[in-house]
């Protein structure tokens, strides 16, 4: 069973910068493809990013290519997202994901285990 918990969210001016972390606890972390997902009002989970188990390989949805980074340090447990150039589209809340069979999987219903999300809100 793992535990993910997710930090970093909060209000920022459009064109600003966030990092959201994601810690994960009750497993062996380095097991795990992760993945980041967001959700805004009245639409659907999303997918973002995705890394592999290594880090060696990572994915992204196409709208944030080139303004957001995912990472990982499997000695601590962590995955980050590091998100610039900020929009007011990119508002929602902001939910990391674990698998243990799949690596990069978009999917949402591909991740077993989620953490409770983080809000980051963009203002134009």
């Known amino acids: 069973q793992v535990q993910l918990v997710e930090s970093g969210g909060g209000l920022v001016q459009a064109g600003g910068s966030l990092r959201l972390s994601c810690a994960a606890s009750g497993g062996t972390f380095s097991r795990y493809g992760m993945g980041w997902f967001r959700q805004a009002p009245g639409k659907e989970r999303e997918f973002v990013a995705t890394?592999?188990?290594?880090?060696?390989?990572?994915n992204y949805k196409n709208s944030v290519k080139g303004r957001f980074t995912i990472s990982r340090d499997n000695a601590k447990n962590t995955v980050y997202l590091q998100m610039n150039s900020l929009k007011p589209e990119d508002t929602a809340v902001y939910y990391c994901a674990a698998d243990s069979r799949l690596q990069n999987a978009a999917s949402a219903s591909a991740y077993v285990y989620w953490g409770q999300g983080t809000q980051v809100t963009v203002s134009s």
């Open positions: 890394i592999s188990r290594t880090g060696g390989s990572t």
